[in-house]
């Protein structure tokens, strides 16, 4: 399976973005995907995931304000991300597993296959 993350850009504080990942190679609708950020310095960490029979789950620094979704036809998992502020700006990978446990879903080991980056700056 392959991931392409896209959608990163520039943003003002309280503005939106949304990022997208492509995954393509396998049937994708069995697959959890998850999506993790890097600030600069900083350890990647999770940002939520969409697990499987579409259950979601977040992070609690962006709950309330990101929502993640799958469109199954298209093989692309979104990021919505609301009310951006200034902590947000990272680097943001999409990952994808087709085995990851609930238990796991924030584990970055866990998931075998990763996109490449995409940066969002938040910034006035």
């Known amino acids: 399976v392959q991931l392409q993350a896209s959608g990163g850009g520039l943003v003002q504080p309280g503005g939106s973005l949304r990022l997208s990942c492509a995954v393509s190679?396998?049937?994708?609708?069995?697959?959890?995907v998850a999506w993790f950020r890097q600030a600069p310095g900083m350890d990647r960490k999770y940002v939520g995931a969409?697990?499987?029979?579409?259950?979601?789950y977040y992070a609690d620094s962006v709950k309330g304000r990101f929502t993640i979704s799958r469109d199954n036809a298209r093989g692309t998992v979104y990021l919505q991300m609301d009310s951006l502020r200034p902590e947000d700006t990272a680097v943001y990978y999409c990952?994808?597993?087709?085995?990851?446990?609930?238990?796991?879903?924030?584990?970055?080991?866990?998931?075998?296959?990763w996109g490449q980056g995409t940066l969002v700056t938040v910034s006035s």
């Open positions: 190679g396998r049937t994708f609708g069995r697959d959890t």
């Open positions: 990952a994808a597993s087709a085995s990851v446990i609930l238990s796991n879903l924030a584990s970055q080991s866990a998931y075998a296959t």
């Open positions: 969409i697990f499987r029979a579409n259950r979601i």
